[in-house]
T-cell receptor
Framework: QQQVKQSPQSLIVQKGGISIINCAYENTAFDYFPWYQQFPGKGPALLIA?????SEKKEGRFTISFNKSAKQFSLHIMDSQPGDSATYFCAASITSGTYKYIFGTGTRLKVLA | DSGVTQTPKHLITATGQRVTLRCSPR?????VYWYQQSLDQGLQFLIQ???????AKGNILERFSAQQFPDLHSELNLSSLELGDSALYFCASSQVAGSPLHFGNGTRLTVT
């Protein structure tokens, strides 16, 4: 119940294309769903986050779509650029009590020039 | 720059040894989290502290321990090291419950 399942494990997209990464969770107590971006040799950095009271959040070329009934959320990267090549992690958290983040297993994105 | 500082950046040691990893959280952040990332693996939650007190434990081995000091910096102690402990160890901090995590750049531990 504490797992967050992320797919695909790796993704290759042409420059200008749309990158889509999916995550699914089981625990309905999760109430905060961030996405992190990690470049080699660096720590993960918060990219965008959503709470379950909205179905979509957009920041620039990055959009989170959230489906509460299906317990799924996804990251869409529009107009993907070679600079977007990185590993992306979804996460889920319960923002009360122990406030423990659970991360997905990561998606390695490569955007071809 | 996330504002979270981890030292050292690299650590090479032998099996059976003990090491200490240090983390200074962002200014104002009360919570510190430790994560382990093995090669091509995800982020495994180890332990969380809030204002000096342990708040949550993940898959942390008994050979590992941590603490958060009054100045809010944290240390992760790894003892009786095994080859399988080789990994990137990340520290993250957050202000309060519900606020985002900010990660340091990690300590790369190599056990030979």
């Amino acid at each position: 119940q504490q797992q967050v399942k992320q797919s695909p494990q790796s993704l290759i997209v042409q420059k200008g294309g749309i990158s889509i990464i999916n995550c699914a969770y089981e625990n309905t107590a999760f109430d905060y769903f961030p996405w992190y971006q990690q470049f080699p040799g660096k720590g993960p950095a918060l990219l965008i986050a959503i709470r379950p009271d909205v179905s979509e959040k957009k920041e620039g070329r990055f959009t989170i779509s959230f489906n509460k009934s299906a317990k799924q959320f996804s990251l869409h990267i529009m107009d993907s650029q070679p600079g977007d090549s990185a590993t992306y992690f979804c996460a889920a958290s319960i923002t009360s009590g122990t406030y423990k983040y659970i991360f997905g297993t990561g998606t390695r994105l490569k955007v071809l020039a | 720059d996330s504002g979270v500082t981890q030292t050292p950046k690299h650590l090479i040691t032998a099996t059976g040894q003990r090491v200490t990893l240090r983390c200074s959280p962002r200014s104002g952040d009360l919570s510190v989290y430790w994560y382990q990332q093995s090669l091509d693996q995800g982020l495994q939650f180890l332990i969380q502290y809030y204002n000096g007190e342990e708040r949550a434990k993940g898959n942390i081995l008994e050979r590992f321990s941590a603490q958060q000091f009054p100045d809010l910096h944290s240390e992760l102690n790894l003892s009786s090291l095994e080859l399988g402990d080789s990994a990137l160890y990340f520290c993250a901090s957050s202000q309060v419950a519900g606020s985002p995590l900010h990660f340091g750049n990690g300590t790369r531990l190599t056990v030979t």
